[in-house]
């Protein structure tokens, strides 16, 4: 299938697109491939977020101590990566507007996710809450009750991070909303340097995407297939 070819699968459409010049050159020698697979997020994900806010005020009812002068209740909820941080937190608080007799008074949303700039990847911890309105006055008489954040490793913000395509000319659309699934393997041809030795790029550019590199060290034209000891995906297993 030539480059640029669109086709489509029953509901499902696909386009072929050439590889970034990003990665580098492009290797003959094995082929190379990226499957991005995209798909809106399903409508019920407002409904789930829900259900864990019910379940959890459930509990505090049963079991949780009484809000009071010097104390209140918050829940903590921790989103999936491929969870929107932004329409997550319009929820939580559209859910406190509607429910102002809830035995809670502020939603903490936390998210890790693997982010990159550039060739660096980090893990970064992003956190936003949703008040209800007692959360306000409570917290003026109490402010010294405000938690602090730190994690062992990482960087912490407020800001949610960006999930994103990159197109091979560098155009980035952003993918929020969107359910994501990425993976592949690129070959790049070694870099020669001047002095005759070769340069043998490896790394993890993308989610799911190895970069490998091939040399050619042998006068006969036989290859040699370099390749990193990388993470096989960004997925955070204890996070």
């Not at 499957?35 to 399903?42: D, K």
């Not at 990847?121 to 949703?130: E, L, T, V």
Request: proline share 6%; with cysteine; hydrophobic share 40%.
């Amino acid at each position: 299938m030539l480059t640029g070819a669109s086709f489509s699968i029953g509901t499902w459409k696909g386009w072929v697109r050439g590889l970034s010049e990003n990665f580098g050159t492009i290797s003959t020698a094995q082929p190379s491939l990226v499957l991005c697979v995209l798909s809106r997020q399903h409508q019920n994900e407002e409904r789930n977020l829900s259900a864990k806010i019910e379940d959890a005020c459930l509990n505090l009812t049963r079991h949780g101590p009484t809000s009071g002068l010097n104390s209140t209740n918050a829940i903590y909820i921790h989103l999936d990566q491929d969870a929107s941080m932004v329409d997550c937190e319009a929820w939580a608080q559209k859910w406190l507007d509607e429910h102002p007799d809830a035995p809670v008074a502020s939603i903490l949303l936390y998210q890790a996710v693997v982010v990159r700039d550039d060739d660096l990847s980090r893990i970064y911890h992003g956190f936003r809450q949703a008040n209800a309105t007692q959360f306000g006055p409570w917290l003026q008489r109490n402010g010294d009750a405000v938690p602090a954040l730190t994690v062992p490793i990482g960087i912490v913000g407020t800001e949610p991070a960006v999930l994103a395509a990159e197109s091979p000319d560098g155009h980035r659309l952003p993918l929020s909303g969107a359910y994501v699934f990425q993976a592949g393997n690129v070959y790049v041809d070694a870099v020669a340097t001047k002095s005759g030795t070769q340069v043998a790029p490896v790394g993890h550019p993308r989610a799911g995407v190895h970069v490998h590199s091939v040399m050619e060290p042998h006068s006969d034209g036989r290859k040699l297939v370099v390749s990193g000891m990388l993470p096989p995906s960004d997925d955070l297993l204890i996070l």
